[in-house]
């Protein structure tokens, strides 16, 4: 089969692989239809984060090709949405909804034994316990776009608002305009933020965020941001914060904007991140995150794109084949995208 392989720097290759197999009892073999770059694929790409020479991509739906022995709840034929992390779904912190965090679990595309999403085939460890399954098989490109942001760039977003504890009524501010970010604004609205504030200076992903549901963009960074942040809530400061970035800079500014009592969600990966003890303190600021549990919370974000209350698949202004995947980064890491959908299958 043909997957995308990282051979280094800014070098995503197309290579012919051998096609997985069952492995264990549990695994399952899924046929790709769609893959995607993640934001965190680019840290990688641009050589700022380690990875080893080998799959990559850990965002992927499609359709069940073949089945272990004790696959109980799939068969051939099943479509079906993988989050980005497997899990066995009975450990405790799974069951607790930490799936991410599962004690038999880990990550496509990171380790050596682990296929990488952007592949035209995946094994699936723990099928059972990560994958889920979108009854049906007549779905158009645009919901099958939708189906594939709940693999990792929604459940993230959502993970973020659910993480700042966005309640209904209150506002809410994103930090960040990626797909993250963006998915963020939706989640804060899904929701029920009635003042959605996102930090942004690009045009085309500032029209996405108010169609669904900033009400407010704030372009300027820094203290400056904040300034106006706090103008914006009549100098009280944000109810929800999220941080959809993971730089040093998008986190002191989550923090400077956080009102006392606040709770700032982090989703995104920290590098070089030091939060100041003293606001956290002082203010008592809470902060939560991580990686998102997708598992947990792709079942009821299905629902929502079935019955169209949602379409995150709008996220996505960038679209290529598994042949062109190298396109596909670098349309992202030259801010082309905001997120690129590889079409496999």
């Known amino acids: 089969?043909?997957?995308?392989?990282?051979?280094?720097?800014?070098?995503?290759?197309?290579?012919?692989?051998?096609?997985?197999?069952?492995?264990?009892?549990?695994?399952?073999?899924?046929?790709?239809?769609?893959?995607?770059?993640?934001?965190?694929?680019l840290w990688y790409y641009r050589g700022i984060a380690e990875h080893q020479q080998g799959p990559i991509g850990h965002e992927f739906i499609g359709i069940i090709e073949e089945v272990g022995s004790e696959v109980a709840l799939f068969a051939k034929g099943d479509f079906v949405i993988s989050p980005f992390a497997f899990s066995d779904n009975t450990c405790p912190h799974c069951r607790v909804g930490f799936h991410t965090a599962c004690v038999n679990g880990s990550f496509f595309g990171m380790g050596e034994n682990n296929d990488g999403g952007q592949a035209e085939f995946v094994r699936v460890p723990f099928a059972d316990g990560t994958l889920v399954k979108a009854e049906g098989s007549d779905f158009s490109d645009d919901m099958l776009a939708?189906?594939?942001?709940?693999?990792?760039?929604?459940?993230?977003?959502?993970?973020?608002?659910?993480?700042?504890?966005?309640?209904?009524?209150?506002?809410?501010?994103?930090?960040?305009?990626?797909?993250?970010?963006?998915?963020?604004?939706?989640?804060?609205?899904?929701?029920?933020?009635?003042?959605?504030?996102?930090?942004?200076?690009?045009?085309?992903?500032?029209?996405?965020?108010?169609?669904?549901?900033?009400?407010?963009?704030?372009?300027?960074?820094?203290?400056?941001?904040?300034?106006?942040?706090?103008?914006i809530t009549a100098a009280v400061g944000a109810d929800a914060v999220m941080e959809c970035v993971g730089t040093k800079e998008s986190n002191e500014m989550a923090f400077a904007m956080a009102r006392p009592g606040a709770v700032v969600g982090r989703v995104?990966?920290?590098?070089?991140?030091?939060?100041?003890?003293?606001?956290?303190?002082?203010?008592?600021?809470?902060?939560?995150?991580?990686?998102?549990?997708?598992?947990?919370?792709?079942?009821?974000?299905?629902?929502?794109?079935?019955?169209?209350?949602?379409?995150p698949g709008k996220v996505f202004d960038f679209v290529t084949d598994l042949d062109n995947v190298s396109e596909a980064y670098a349309a992202m890491d030259e801010r082309r995208a905001i997120k690129s959908l590889i079409k496999v299958s």
Request: hydrophobic share 45%; with cysteine.
């Open 1 to 41: 089969m043909r997957a995308a392989i990282f051979q280094a720097k800014y070098q995503i290759d197309v290579k012919e692989v051998p096609d997985p197999v069952i492995q264990k009892n549990t695994d399952a073999i899924v046929k790709v239809v769609m893959a995607c770059v993640c934001g965190s694929d």
């Open 146 to 231: 939708s189906f594939l942001t709940l693999s990792d760039v929604m459940s993230t977003g959502y993970h973020a608002a659910v993480s700042a504890n966005v309640k209904k009524g209150g506002n809410a501010v994103i930090v960040g305009d990626g797909a993250v970010g963006l998915s963020a604004v939706l989640s804060a609205k899904l929701l029920g933020a009635e003042q959605i504030i996102i930090i942004s200076r690009h045009e085309t992903r500032q029209r996405l965020a108010r169609e669904w549901g900033a009400t407010h963009i704030v372009e300027e960074r820094g203290e400056a941001g904040v300034k106006v942040v706090r103008a």
């Open 268 to 311: 995104g990966v920290p590098h070089e991140v030091v939060i100041n003890p003293n606001v956290t303190f002082f203010y008592n600021v809470g902060m939560r995150g991580g990686p998102a549990p997708a598992r947990a919370y792709i079942p009821n974000l299905l629902g929502e794109v079935i019955k169209g209350k949602i379409n």
